[in-house]
C-alpha cells in the first residue's frame, strides 16, 4: 500500500545509532527541522562499543550532554598488556594530554544511545522506529525517499538532505556510492558483555595475550565487563557459530587464560569479523554518510563509535548554516575530503592497535618482545587513540596571513584543533584576537554579525596580549582555521576573504 508524497523535515537522519543521534542533535540545537528514522522497532540493549575517547568528551561537553555520561561510565585511564597469569606486560597511560579528561569513559553503547535520544526529545525531536529506506532518488531541489513500514504501508517523502548513518549496511550508502573498499582482517572474534572473576584492575582496558590467542577486557558500569576474544581456532569458531552458550565461551578465555579468569555470566555476545575498510565517497548531492556507514575499523582502538560522532560533528555546523542560508557551496563541499583525511588516519591507528594486539600474542608464542616506543612516539600514539590529533591542514576552509614561517606544530597552526575550544561560548565562530585596530575590528564585527563572535584577549586593566598570532579564527567545531600576524587592516582583509570563500556576510 503506497502513501502519497509528504514534505519531511530539511534534513531526514537514516540510522539512530550514535552517530546518527549525535548528527540529530546537532542540528536540532542549530535550529535546524530534523527527522530521524530506524529499522529496528524497539533500541536495542546490547553493549557493543563502549568507549568514549578524550576527543569526543569535548564534543559531547558542547552538545549538553558530557555531565551525564561522566556520571553514567566507568572512566578508564590505562590500556595495559596481561600475559596469562596476569602479570602486567606493558602499560599506556592517557593522561599527559592537553584534554581535561585524562581517561576514555566506558558506557554500553545502548546507554550512550539513551543519553543522547533524551537530548533530543529534550530539543523537540524524535525517533521514529520500525521504519527504513527502501529507496532514494534524486529531485530537482531534494530528494525523493520511499519509506517502508512495519505494517507494509510505504511512505514516498520529499526531503532537502539525507544523512546516512545506517551502519555497516548503510541503504544511503549502497545507493549512492557502493560498498566499502578495504581488507577485512583474517580469522573471527567474539564479542560479548561479561561478568568474570579475576583480579584485573578496572582503571584500565586489559589485553591478556597467550600463545593461544587473546582476550581483552574492558570493564563496564554494574561489576561487568565488555571482552573481545579473538584468535579463535576453527573448533572455537565451529561450535560458537552454532551455540553461543556460556560454557564454550568459557572454555575459550580458559584457553587463553587459564586459572586466571572465570566466566560468571553472559549479558549478550557475538561472533564478527574485523574490517579496515572505507567508501569511495563520504558525501554527494544532497547526501552524506557517517559512522559505519562510511568506515569501518578494528574495535581493538574503540575508534569506530568516536569517528561516527567526530562525523556529526564536522556536518552539523557546516549543514546548518546552508539550510539557514548563510554558506556558499565550499562549505558543504568541505564536507567528504575534510572527513576522508580524518578517517584515513583513524583507520590507521586502529590498524596499528590491532597489529600491536596480535604482536603481543605473537610475543607470547616466540618469547621475543616488540620494541619498546620512544617517549616522543608514546606520547604521539596515546593522542591518536585520545583522537585529539585529527588536523584538516589544506582544507579549504584553512589560512593564515604574514604566519607562513611558523611550525606546523604550532598550536594555533591552520586545521588544528584549538586546546581550549569547547569552553568558548557560543555555537559559531569565535575570533580571537589583541592588539586590534578599533575602527577595524568594528567593521569586522558588523559584517559578520551572526556568524562571528569576537573575544578580545587583551581586554581588562594590565591584560597583556599573549605571544603569537594576533587573530585567530576559530570554528564552530573547535578547529583553527584562519590566523593572522597583525589586527590591522591588512590582517582583518585576509581574514574577511577567508570567511567571504564560504560563508554570506550579513
Known sequence: MAGDTETTGEVLVIGAGPSGLFAAVELSRLGVRTRVIERDPVPPRQARATALQPGTLEILTQAGVVDEILSSSMH???????????????????????????????????????????????????VERGKEVASIRHRDDGLLVEIRQADGTVEHAETSWVVGAGGAHS???????????????????????VQVSCSLPRDGSALIASPEGYVLLGPLPGDRWITFIGDLHEDEADLLARDISPAAVAACIGRRAPDSVSLDDIGWA?????????????????????????????????????????????????????????????????????????????????DR???????????????????????????????????????????????????????????????????????????????????????????????????????????????IAPAGPAAVLIRPDGYVGFRASDADAAGFAALDAHLGSYLLPA
Open 171 to 193: 541503504v544511503t550508502r549502497q545507493a549512492m556510492t557502493g560498498e566499502l573498499a578495504g581488507e577485512t582482517y583474517p580469522g573471527t572474534a567474539l564479542v560479548g558483555d
Open 353 to 463: 592497535v590491532h597489529r600491536m594486539a596480535h604482536s603481543a600474542v605473537e610475543a607470547a608464542r616466540t618469547g621475543i618482545a616488540p620494541a619498546p616506543l620512544s617517549p616522543e612516539e608514546a606520547a604521539a600514539f596515546t593522542r591518536a587513540r585520545a583522537m585529539l590529533d585529527v588536523s584538516y591542514a589544506g582544507s579549504p576552509l584553512t589560512g593564515e596571513y604574514g604566519l607562513a614561517g611558523r611550525r606546523d606544530g604550532d598550536a594555533t597552526a591552520p586545521g588544528r584543533r584549538y586546546a581550549d575550544w569547547s569552553a568558548l561560548p557560543g555555537a559559531g565562530h569565535h575570533l580571537l584576537v589583541s592588539g586590534a585596530e578599533p575602527g577595524v575590528l568594528d567593521r569586522f564585527e558588523g559584517r559578520w554579525t551572526g556568524l562571528v563572535e569576537i573575544v578580545r584577549l587583551d581586554a581588562g586593566p594590565g591584560a
Open 76 to 126: 578508564l585511564g590505562f590500556a595495559r598488556v596481561f600475559d596469562p597469569g596476569l602479570t602486567p606486560v606493558a602499560e599506556m597511560t592517557f593522561a599527559g594530554t592537553d584534554s581535561p579528561w585524562g581517561f576514555e569513559c566506558s558506557l554500553p553503547q545502548w546507554r550512550t544511545e539513551e543519553i543522547l535520544a533524551r537530548r533530543l526529545t529534550e530539543l523537540g525531536g524524535t
Open 270 to 350: 557475538a561472533t564478527f569479523r574485523m574490517h579496515n575498510r572505507m567508501a569511495p565517497e563520504l558525501a554527494g548531492n544532497r547526501w552524506f554518510l557517517l559512522g559505519d556507514a562510511g568506515h569501518l575499523s578494528s574495535p581493538f582502538g574503540g575508534e569506530g563509535l568516536n569517528s561516527g560522532i567526530h562525523d556529526a560533528h564536522n556536518l552539523a555546523w557546516k549543514l546548518a548554516l546552508e539550510v539557514q542560508g548563510r554558506a556558499r557551496p565550499a562549505l558543504i563541499d568541505s564536507y567528504a575530503p575534510e572527513r576522508a583525511a580524518a578517517a584515513r588516519h583513524v583507520l590507521e591507528t586502529s
